[in-house]
């Protein structure tokens, strides 16, 4: 089992590769599913483990109140970023939508017209 250090190394390093390509995405493109599903995993991992291993209520260990910060700061970082991640999914769900109207407008036209002939 990792220590908890390593642990927070880790989730820290893949929270930053994915919130630093979600942030350099233009506000129309999506997030992938796939991305959210790390994103979620990483946090669920990362609380587990900080719920499960009792802190120190004053640590010294430097390493460890630094790792703290930076998975502090990631955690920030992907507040801030879940209102325009949220007007992208509402946009491609508005999107999606007007697609569906359109195959469905097609749909029904085709239909009509195999009748008619």
Known sequence: ??????????????????????????????????????????????GASLRARALPAASHDQELEGELAEYRHQVERLRDLLPSIHRALLAERARIERQRSRLQSVSEWARTSRQTL
Not at 20 to 36: G, H, L, S
């Open 1 to 46: 089992m990792p220590s908890l250090l390593q642990l927070l190394r880790d989730t820290n390093r893949r929270l930053k590769f994915c919130l630093d390509n979600i942030a350099a995405k233009r506000e129309a493109e999506v997030v992938t599913p796939e991305q959210m599903g790390t994103l979620l995993s990483d946090l669920i991992a990362a």
